[in-house]
């Protein structure tokens, strides 16, 4: 069974950076994709950012330029670095790997003051 433990979420004021961390209990090589999705309150989760094994990044339109999705390969982790928070980034946070099954971690809050 993977696990995924995220970490880094907190209170940050609009402006101000927080990097989120997602380690994966496995090799991180054995997954097709990974990526952070967010979801606020009964609202469908959101894709933010996916990264594949070959290092491919895609980004949802409303965190380009802002956020920046990486992997360290031999920490199994990957990451999330968000700059220039806003309040609506103001969400859980979950980590998320996918090989032929998906795999979820516990989720991490962020919340942006105005």
């Known amino acids: 069974q993977v696990q995924l433990v995220e970490s880094g979420g907190g209170l940050v004021q609009a402006g101000g950076s927080l990097r989120l961390s997602c380690a994966a209990s496995s090799n991180i090589f054995s997954f097709n994709t990974m990526a952070w999705y967010r979801q606020v309150s009964e609202k469908q989760r959101e894709l933010v950012a996916a990264i594949t094994g070959g290092g491919s990044t895609n980004y949802a339109d409303s965190v380009k330029g802002r956020f920046t999705i990486s992997r360290d390969n031999a920490k199994n982790t990957v990451y999330l670095q968000m700059n220039s928070l806003k309040p609506e980034d103001t969400a859980v946070y979950y980590c998320?790997?996918?090989?032929?099954?998906?795999?979820w971690g516990q989720g991490t809050q962020v919340t942006v003051s105005s």
């Open positions: 998320n790997a996918k090989t032929s099954r998906t795999y």
